[in-house]
């Protein structure tokens, strides 16, 4: 039974859209600054294959804002620059900062878009799909992370434990705001 102050099923969907789409978007905007500092770099042919992957899941985000009208997180302009800023600013420590910075963010994003396919269960078929489908990728990233010696970067479980809590914050907020 419903009770008062739950949300209907339409609008737990849009939030669920609303802050994949968001996440995507920041992910877009982190390698995107990494990319700047370290593109022409050993790693760069890996970080621009993440990369592109990242540019998919965002454009069928994007998508699916558009084909069920979902609102969009106001804060799309943050994410534009606080994504990009934490890429480039993990990069210009060096590449395995950077890898560190991947491994905490893919790690949160992981453990998100798990609840949400748990959450989302036989309803809304094709999301989940989409989610299981994105979340295999985030893996293969946060474990190309770890194979590029993230765990070596100096103050790696600061760095870890700072940008994960970050991206935690971030998506509880974009789900509503
Ligand atoms: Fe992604
Ligand atoms: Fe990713």
Redesign the pocket.
Known sequence: MRQPGDISDTERTARMIRVDHA??YG?ARIYAGQLAVLGRGATGATIRHMAA??AR?LHVFSDMIADRRVRPTVLLPFWHLAGFALGAITAALGEKAAMACTVAVEDA?DAHYRAQADELGVTEPELKNTIEE?RA??LEHRNIGLAHGAEQTPGYGLLYQAINAGCRVAIKLSERV
């Open positions: 996440g995507e992910a992957q990242e899941h994003i994105f990728e985030e």
